[in-house]
């Protein structure tokens, strides 16, 4: 019998509670376990760490957080020892150099397998402040490429980042299981019900939803059977009158993500937006649920312009898409069918084995 392989994941955020390592690699973990491939999880914030660390105030807390995170990696270097890989989703540490990923990396002479699904040596942010830049420490993200023996990257614009600093690079999308947890299926709600646009993300993107309200307070006027519904850890700032917020939970996910019938995902026309791994439409469309989204970056991979989906480039791109949609029943059915086919057969978790598991090879 072969020997079984270990494998050390090394994550900011506790296990279960982010999207990025559910839906990168947690959701992989049985998987690994049938293929002679042990695990072990080492999230830098606690669970209560990581409850307070995203919220605004509370800074002795979280400068409390970040000293115990540091101390948890410390401790953490004896696992380190043990594993045959080492699996870095994001970073380490959110703050500083990569110090810890050198120690792995040159000094312990581990595989490194490097996961990101971010333009992570970029910011989103227009107004960001010195100190907010020199503490990311962005330029990181290129030195932990140069000593990973395997990159693993959401789509096409993070892999060719990558391979200015490394050739062994994967494209590793991320991925629903449409057999165990996206799984319950719209089922295209009859004519005459109140239809349902919706969003869900996170306090980090709620800014894009925001940045769609013009449209939506068009479509809110236009046709009054429709309301809208936003499925977040953090309630959004807007005006539209017909709006229900329900705070994310992953015992209701799929549920609340089933009340919608027409998905949206707006995005901005730049670079960190083309390191976006198209998260919320593959949710969308897992779950037959047509969507409507900017035609930016990644999403322009995965939507085939009015087979699977519909993309938008303006205000009127999106007020037509949307109106047809609402319009017609049968239209968002035929497209929601051909979503969840597309997913199955290329973003799903029984499609991609192969690929994941390669990493550990």
Known sequence: MPKRKK?????????????SPRFRFEQYFKVLQSNQIDYVV??????????IFYQPGNALKKAMALLQGYCRRVVGLIAVLQADFVFIHREASP?????FEWVIAKLLKKRV????????????????SLIIRVSKWRGKISSICKWSFRISCGNAYLCDFARQFNQAVTLNPTTIDTNRHHH?????????REIIIGWTGSHSTLKYFEQLEPVLRKIEIRFPMVSFLIIANKPPNTALKRLTYIPWSERTEIEDLSRIDIGVMPLPDDEWSKGKCGFKILQYMALGIPSVSSSVGVNSSIVQNGDNGFMA???????ELLGKLIADSKLRQEIGVKGRETVVSRYSVSSNTPTFLSLFE
Do not use: C, H, M
């Open 42 to 51: 080492q999230s830098f914030l606690t669970l209560s760490n990581w409850r």
């Open 113 to 128: 397998i490097y996961d990101f699904d971010d333009a992570l040596w970029l910011s989103d942010r227009k107004d960001e």
């Open 7 to 19: 494998v050390l994941f090394i994550t900011p955020y506790p296990e279960g509670e982010a999207p």
């Open 184 to 192: 319950l299926l719209n089922s295209g709600k009859g004519n005459s």
């Open 95 to 99: 703050v500083g150099p990569p110090i």
């Open 313 to 319: 480039n303006s205000e009127q791109d999106w007020i």
